[in-house]
């Protein structure tokens, strides 16, 4: 830009104290959690920003905290896409003639996979194993157990009255 001119403290080379320019970068990281974009806009570089990571446990979980902000907000954008649908144009001869609401059921299987795995998460018919501890596993067994016990002593108490 012809005639512009740079704020003082930038034609002297001087930049805004390192708090400022971490405190810019966790707000452009919690608005697009693209971490090489948002040390970009506060005057960082990764390298430095992923050292103060390292070094400051503060640091580390406020840059936690604000990508898990820049997710919720997200994914909240995304269940309302799936719900309610995106408008698109409808054009003839090259012209709006106007909107039909498209849904995605690609995005809503997604999203229900990602919140329901045990149900949506299935690979070739068979669920995915279920991670456990080994007391929770047991504890599975032995309610299996007991709802075979169960029904093998009704199918037996059928036989001995008769009724089958």
């Not at 930038?10 to 390192?18: D, E, T």
């Not at 971490?22 to 693209?34: D, G, H, S």
């Not at 997200?74 to 609401?101: D, K």
């Amino acid at each position: 830009m012809a005639g512009a001119t740079k704020p003082r403290s930038a034609r002297k080379g001087k930049q805004p104290p390192l708090a400022v320019r971490k405190a810019c970068f966790l707000e452009v990281l919690r608005q697009t959690a693209n971490v090489s974009r948002a040390a970009r806009e506060a005057g960082l570089s990764s390298s430095t920003v992923y050292g103060h990571r390292l070094r400051n446990p503060t640091f580390a979980r406020d840059w936690d905290a604000a990508i898990a902000e820049a997710l919720d907000e997200l994914e909240s954008q995304l269940i309302e896409r799936a719900r309610c649908g995106v408008e698109r144009p409808v054009y003839y001869r090259g012209e709006i003639v106007g909107n039909v609401r498209t849904y995605s059921d690609q995005l809503a299987m997604f999203l229900l996979r990602a919140r329901r795995p045990e149900v949506y998460d299935r690979i070739g018919g068979t669920m995915q194993p279920v991670r456990m501890t080994e007391i929770e596993a047991k504890a599975e067994v032995v309610r299996r157990i007991a709802l075979l016990t169960d029904a093998t002593a009704r199918e037996d108490a059928g036989d001995a009255d008769g009724s089958v």
